[in-house]
């Protein structure tokens, strides 16, 4: 239904889209962030920064004091309670509203000392406004009045035509209220307890929801794809194990019969392999790949940039250099008549493993016979060109590389979709990176350390999180520190700058330059974060290391420390913020990507991790797969099992809810 029936003016309705209300049915499914308890606390019970609702009379003039700009602070007296209180109320300096002996009901922050900051008031009694209330995410234009309003006139309008999901056998095995209870009482709490029932209800149905449409993708997937069984010999591909200078980790090798099993098998592969940084996801994959070509057919392996396709296809050679494996690579850049002549080849069989950049989605791309695709950081590729890629293809199997691992019984749930494989142990020999957290905005104390060891063939990188200086935001840019250090120390050393806004053809030449030792310190954005193996690259600096996510950060410090010497890793940061001195803390304490992805889903919820799930498949607005982690896995058994007995009459609503979301779900993103 159109929010115009909702007799709403064009532009609070340009506002409500900004906030993804589309529909009036939106308005009841934009759910609160937070909520609001308005009560008498009773005045023996104050503690310092509690907050506080009072109803008491002005006994003093008000006087306002002002600051620099528009600030201001007004203050006078009231009696609440025959004790006489000092208020402060910031940036309201309208005195003829507060004369001595009106009533006031402020509500605020007690600071201790019969003083008390207000942050609201009005002049309605404080009984009229007890209860609970909820309090919406707002953008400018539209008040929490406003939204309050919406909701209550889009509830008079559909409450009849609100339809239960859940089958009633799960509403009563969980003693879940209705969804129109539900729905009701998240915008309407009489108190905490009818917050908490709404919540374990909707929690549990978005969950389901998700888990319904997953698995049914997955179904979907299986019975579509069928009787492509790739043939190939185990005993051929495991050969290449006794080539390889050094040992598989028994991680490695359980992953790599879990892909070929996979390649195996009459259903199409759709496998996430996720592991640390450094962890040996690459090599992994070229096993699969080699029990593809040992099909008579072609494999791809897609990486986000030219430099990172160039290094995976070198690796890649050096790898299969006793077996006869021919591998190409393929990028934007190439010269037209070297381009020719590999999709030539490609064309005509003479190419088995093809790497390359988003050139492989063109479409005078042509395989003869693909039969595997291996995405690296599936996170930098959109859903049409990896769409793009598969189409080129009869059962594609398709293997996804992930460094940001997450911990297995989540990953199972969140990306039910896929089978998810995982490397939990690094190999042997790795010298590690030592990370140390410095409370300061310079590289001052820890400059003769860093020149000292560059002194002795390190490299550095130097990471800023902005490109150029930004009013609003006081944050290190690569413009000025690249610029800093040019003055101060270019003459003794070789500095070089890489940013997002150089192009692709730029980028690829710094980053050659620095691979190849041409330059000593590189101050670069996060652009490096997916990253190439630089040996001597053994140094990181981290300016205002606490505008990053954790995970952010360790991708970023894996890109040291990647050979036999050790690595060390500089976290800069003058923020007072505990949090985010305690979040630096744990990079400090743990080079566990795992612990590290468990602390900061806990820190700053799902988002990075989901952000690039399924187009058109449900999200969750109130489901926190963190801490609701137990609802997603009973969630995800219970759809199991409704998906069993799908045809079963009883099941009608949920049958079409799934067939209506799988036809405009964009299938792999």
Known sequence: MELKKLKISDKKIEILQQLHITQVEDLLTYYPFRYESIEELSRDTWKKDDRIAVEGVIVSKARVIRFKGKQSVTRFKIVYEEEEFDISLFNRPWVSMFTPGKKITIMGKYDGGNRITAISYNFQPLQEQMGTFPVYNLKDGITQKDIR???????????????????????????????????????????????????????????????????????KEKKTIQGHAKQFDN???????????????????????????????????????????????????????????????????????????????????????????????????????????ILERLRNNEIDILVGTHALFQEDVEFYDLGMVVADEQHRFGVMQRRALLEKGDKVDFLLMSATPIPRTLAISLYGDMDVSTIQSLP????????????????????????????????????????????????????????????????????????????????????????????????????????????????????????????????????????TKPGYCFLLSDTKDKNSLERLKI?????????????????RGPGDILGNRQSGVPGFLLGDVVADANILEVAREDALSILKNIENEHYKNIKEYIEETLEHAGYFD
């Open 587 to 603: 990079c400090e304490k743990t080079s566990d990507g795992f612990e590290i992805a468990r602390y900061d889903l806990q820190l």
């Open 235 to 341: 005993e051929d591909v495991w050969e290449l194990e006794h080539t390889l200078p050094f040992s598989l980790t028994l991680d490695q090798k359980k992953v790599i019969q879990e892909i070929l099993d996979d390649l195996k098998s009459e259903s199409i592969m759709y496998r996430m392999l996720q592991g640390d940084v450094g962890c040996g996801k690459t090599l992994v994959a070229a096993f699969g790949m080699y029990g593809c070509v040992l099909s008579h057919k072609q494999a791809a392996m897609m990486a986000p940039t030219e430099i990172l396709a160039k290094q995976h296809a070198q690796n890649l050679k050096n790898t299969f250099k006793d077996f006869e494996v021919e591998i190409e690579v393929l990028y934007s850049s190439l010269k037209a008549a070297e381009k020719k002549d």
């Open 428 to 563: 042997k020999g790795r010298a590690g990176v030592e990370t140390k957290l410095v409370q300061s905005r310079s590289m001052k104390d820890i400059l003769p350390f860093v020149l000292e060891k560059i002194d002795e063939g390190n490299q550095c990188y130097v990471v800023c999180p902005a490109i150029e200086k930004n009013e609003d935001y006081e944050m290190r840019n690569v413009e000025d520190i690249y610029q800093g250090m040019k003055q101060s120390l270019g003459r003794r050393y070789r500095i070089a700058l890489l940013h997002g806004k150089m192009s692709a053809q730029e980028k690829d030449e710094v980053m050659a330059s620095f691979s190849a030792g041409e330059s000593d310190i590189l101050v670069s954005t996060t652009v490096i974060e997916v990253g190439v193996d630089v040996a001597n690259a053994n140094l990181m600096v981290i300016y205002d290391a606490h505008r990053f996510g954790l995970s952010q950060i360790h991708q970023l410090r894996g890109r040291v420390g990647r050979g």
């Open 149 to 219: 309003k919406y909701i209550e006139k889009a509830w008079m309008i559909c409450q009849s035509d609100i339809k239960e999901f859940l089958p009633e056998e799960l509403r009563q095995k969980y003693r879940l209220i209705t969804r129109k209870e539900a729905l009701y009482f998240i915008h309407h709490p009489s108190s905490k307890e009818t917050i908490r029932q709404s919540l374990r209800y909707l929690k549990y149905e978005e969950f389901l929801r998700f888990q319904l449409v997953m698995r049914a993708c997955k179904a």
